[in-house]
């Protein structure tokens, strides 16, 4: 009788399964919680571990994302007067060998406040 072991191989791409479309209020907290990004991958033990980061979108560094939680939090405050919408291309790597990855385009809308006197 021979015993047969099969072993996964990095066959899959990273899948993000969260929306594309995130809202916050200008007013938010600083550290308040934009959106949870989350994205699959069907392969076994590393070769399925996804990790995230934002690939462009950020230059003045008003959000931060969480590289194993996916959690995409805000670092400063949002001027909805200022930048009403924010793009950001993130990407769900695998940790496979060779690595494979995915990637999103995240459109953040800031929500006006009524914050300006007239």
């Known amino acids: ?15 993000f399964m969260s929306f594309p479309i995130a809202h916050i209020k200008e007013d938010a907290a600083v550290g308040s919680l934009v959106h949870h990004i989350s994205a699959q991958d069907p ?12 690939l462009s979108g950020n230059e ?11 959690l995409l ?22 940790d496979g060998t060779p690595a494979l990855s995915s990637s999103q385009t995240l459109t953040i809308t800031v929500l006006d406040v009524n914050d300006e006197a007239p």
């Open 1 to 15: 009788m021979a015993k047969v072991m099969i072993l996964d191989v990095n066959d899959h791409s990273p899948t």
């Open 43 to 54: 392969d076994e033990g590393r070769n399925g571990r996804v990790t995230y980061s934002i």
């Open 60 to 70: 003045n560094m008003a959000f931060t994302l969480d590289e194993s939680s996916g």
């Open 73 to 94: 939090t805000t670092t400063c405050p949002l001027d909805y007067e200022i930048k009403s919408q924010h793009i950001l291309t993130l990407l769900a790597l695998d």
